[in-house]
Structures are given as C-alpha cells and as structure tokens.
C-alpha cells in the first residue's frame, strides 16, 4: 500500500510501505529523521505524533486511551491527531496521507 509523508515543512513524499508494521516504523524506515519515535513504538514518547489527513481520519479511527492521554500532554494535538506508532499499516489503508506534527 502506499503512504504519503508530509513533513513539517509541508513536503510530500509517497512511499511503498509495509503492511504487519506501524505507520511509525514505515516513516521511520523509509528515512524521514522528522519522526523520532524515541520509545521505539510501545506508546510511551508521543514523539511519533502525527496528523492524519481529514480524507483518512474516519478510516484510521480514534486513538486508544493510553494513546490519547499522551496525546493531551502536546500543544499540537487535535481532531486529526494519532501516534503513528499505534496505527498498523493494512492494505485498507492504501492511500494514507499523515503530516508529521510539529515538534512539543
Ligand atoms: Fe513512542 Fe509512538 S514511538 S509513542
């Protein structure tokens, strides 16, 4: 499937990912050093922030609760806000455009 990256500079780059892994590990795979995901996935660094596009936000669904209180804890989290490390990446996602969020 295919995942669009926007960093926080706006630019778009469209990748091959993976499915079975992460958003989180598809963008940090593919290169984009943006994206710290400094506790390596396990829902602990909210520094894998994104923002899902407004297209994609019903399909992707809302953050799980241990996802969302770490959440709260950034000035950039709204409606469209997940942790990429939290999303699994699944051929119904083929399409997906997140935005990196803004550093905290
Ligand atoms: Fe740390 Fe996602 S990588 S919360």
Redesign the pocket.
Known sequence: PKLTVLTRDGDARTVDAETGLSV?ENIRDNGFDELL????????????HVHVDDDWINKVGPPNDDEDD?LESSDHKNENSR???QIEMTDDLDGLTVQIAPED
């Open positions: 989180m995901a400094l506790c390596g996935g396990c829902c602990s660094c909210a520094t894998c770490l942790l990429s490390c």
